[in-house]
């Protein structure tokens, strides 16, 4: 997401895109709901520059889009585009990966190691999603950054925001997963050898792309 400017208006503009978009990943806002800009603005009870301001963000973000005649709308997502969404974040995350077992020093892959543990502690005691969600992103958006591939991170936020869309981000908690599993991609990474790295990655990113195509298919949802 692209940093919006200091001063008095951006920082209206910062809290319309935050409320929004925890609106829309909520689901308060429908997927394919209409979003008028003054609608907005009254409902948050700001001027519509700030609002503007903040669907052009999220429409950066994949979040909303514009129709020409039509105007702005919450993305919906089909199950064809959540699969591309998936294989988009196993190649963002599989390349970061190589370059994370070569560069990250042992304290930075300790500091990984930290969240990875308390990450699956929540997954594995079935803490509610909304707690696990943020520090999954956390997790993931770490390895990129030390890949040192800094281009990637701004990907990666946004691919993460367009996979929360569908229902099945919520519903694959209710599926069985292996234990630890976050801890074994880091020792993964701990080996140093970007083969053995990329490999646990990738299975890693296949399982939570069948989880939640899974999820949706079985829960009958029309996205």
Known sequence: MTKLKNGASDTLGQRA????????????????????????????????????EA???????????????????????????????????????CEAVR?????????????????????????DSDAAPADIHGLDSEFHLRIVELSRASSLVEVLKSNQLIRMLADGSVLAHNQEKPALQHVQLV????????????????????RSMQLQLSQIAMSGVEM
């Open 17 to 52: 895109y935050r409320e929004i978009r925890d609106q829309i990943l909520s689901r308060q806002l429908e997927p394919g709901q209409r979003l008028s800009l003054r609608g907005v603005a009254t409902s948050l009870g700001m001027s519509m520059a700030p609002v503007g």
């Open 55 to 93: 669907l052009r963000e999220l429409s950066r973000d994949g979040l909303v889009e514009t129709e020409p005649g039509w105007g702005t709308r919450v993305r919906r997502m089909t199950t064809e585009t959540l699969r591309g969404q998936h294989i988009l974040r196993t190649a963002i995350e």
């Open 99 to 123: 370059h994370c077992a070569r560069l990250a020093s042992g304290d930075q892959l300790d500091h990984l190691t930290e969240l990875a543990e308390e990450l699956d502690r929540r997954i």
């Open 187 to 206: 020792e993964a990474i701990r080996s140093r050898d970007p083969e053995q790295a990329e490999q646990a990655m990738r299975e890693h990113c296949f």
